[in-house]
């Protein structure tokens, strides 16, 4: 990794705290794919990345050290500050996991195809061929989210990141593009960047062929010494992925509330990754040097994901603490549609032992269920027959309109939607 000298640049304060914000959030991404899905070249780009949000965050703390006038300047660019550094400390775990490809620890084939088999979204790589169609198209005339099913996160060309480009962004051969889709239609992806795949419309088909039901028979293998394991892992990327977006949120829309789960979740990530330490060393003797190197991979992978529950929660002092967010928080939050909200379930509410799937809360109110607290157990990502029940805490993302309406069906307010 090639580090870039730093001296002042004037830069806008907002776009370097939103660009960390979102490199840091994919990074971490696209360092549990790597690691997962074992793609080693995932893995090479949170390393290229990492280096990036060290830069970013050096000249956000210049620039913003610079607007400082007097005593309440100072105490919002602090809040700044900490940012800045828990960012650049979610980066360098992100960097952390991905050292475990890159080195060549790893886990076990068999959770990487459980996780192939389990996971219905995923990121991956692509470099853009002379040869492929993409070349010289626009993302808008190509139109590849709704014809196999994946969006275009980002795009690299001469070591320059574009963030969730616009529909004009014109393609190049040589440009690096980061996608998150359905493991078909990422798959065809790569195959239409690299010319292997010479049409969309064949594409298309490939991908509704792939996805046909009578395709998607899952044969057995033998990996059920692996099956906790599994569902550590899980339960590991589904806590940090959610502290991390939780964390941001809390600063963004200066959310004591979602500060509070942020702190919530931390206490739990201690406790489960203290679980899936003590399992790992219980599992008998070491057998070889690669069962060694396994252990280790799945060992430091744990320790990444406590840390990057640390980061997200030294977000969220912040507003525990009742500093104020800097007014860059509001303009960045100005270019945001969604907000989070977390509400708890009364017994009078309409929403009380249904199940998500009859409520359908996406379609009927275009609200979308991240996680569930139930006590001191949390359900990540549920699944449509998962059913709500009276004082279940309820993580949502969601419009700020729809938002509060939510919140008043929850509470039973309102009675009926």
């Not at 070349?135 to 969006?151: A, N």
Request: proline fraction near 3%; charged fraction near 30%.
């Amino acid at each position: 990794m090639k580090l870039r000298s730093v001296s002042f640049r004037p830069l806008s304060v907002k776009t370097v705290l939103r660009d960390m914000k979102d490199l840091a959030l994919m990074m971490v991404d696209l360092a549990y794919s790597a690691v997962l899905f074992g793609e080693d070249d995932l893995a090479e780009e949170v390393r290229n990345l990492e280096e990036l949000v060290d830069y970013l965050g050096y000249q956000l703390t210049i620039n913003a050290f610079l607007a400082v006038r007097d005593a309440k300047d100072a105490e919002e660019t602090l809040v700044l500050q900490y940012v800045a550094t828990a960012t650049n400390k979610i980066s360098d775990q992100a960097a952390d996991i991905a050292y475990i490809v890159s080195r060549k620890l790893g886990v076990h084939k068999a959770i990487q195809d459980a996780f192939s088999n389990l996971v219905e979204e995923r990121v991956t790589r692509a470099l853009i061929q002379s040869t492929s169609i993409f070349t010289d198209k626009s993302l808008e005339k190509l139109d590849i989210t709704p014809r196999i099913g994946v969006d275009v996160i980002a795009i690299k060309r001469d070591n320059k990141w574009f963030l969730d480009p616009q529909p004009n962004f014109v393609l190049k051969k040589g440009d690096v593009l980061l996608v998150r889709g359905g493991k078909s239609g990422t798959e065809v992806f790569r195959n239409l960047a690299n010319g292997q795949i010479k049409s969309l419309e064949e594409a298309e088909k490939i991908v509704d062929m792939l996805e046909a039901p009578e395709a998607k028979v899952i044969t057995p293998t033998k990996k059920v010494e692996f099956t906790a394991i599994e569902e550590y892992l899980r339960e590991l990327k589904d806590t940090s992925e959610l502290i991390i977006d939780l964390a941001y949120s809390s600063i963004l829309f200066n959310s004591k509330p979602l500060a509070e789960e942020v702190m919530v979740l931390e206490e739990y990530m201690d406790e489960l990754h203290t679980s899936f330490e003590l399992y790992i060393i219980s599992q008998g003797p070491v057998k070889n040097e690669e069962d060694a190197k396994k252990r280790l991979g799945l060992i430091r992978l744990g320790v990444a994901a406590e840390n990057l529950a640390d980061a997200a929660a030294q977000i969220s002092e912040i507003i525990i603490r009742g500093l104020s967010p800097h007014p860059i928080m509001a303009k960045i939050l100005e270019e945001t549609d969604e907000t989070y909200k977390r509400v708890e379930i009364a017994r009078k509410s309409p929403l009380s032992d249904q199940t998500l799937k009859e409520l359908d809360l996406k379609n009927n109110l275009g609200v979308y269920v991240i996680a569930i607290r139930r006590g001191k157990e949390w359900i990540f990502k549920p699944r449509g027959d998962t059913i709500i029940r009276p004082r279940d805490t309820l993580i949502c993302k969601c419009f700020e309109e729809s938002g509060e309406t939510f919140e008043k069906i929850a509470s039973g307010e309102i009675t009926e939607f």
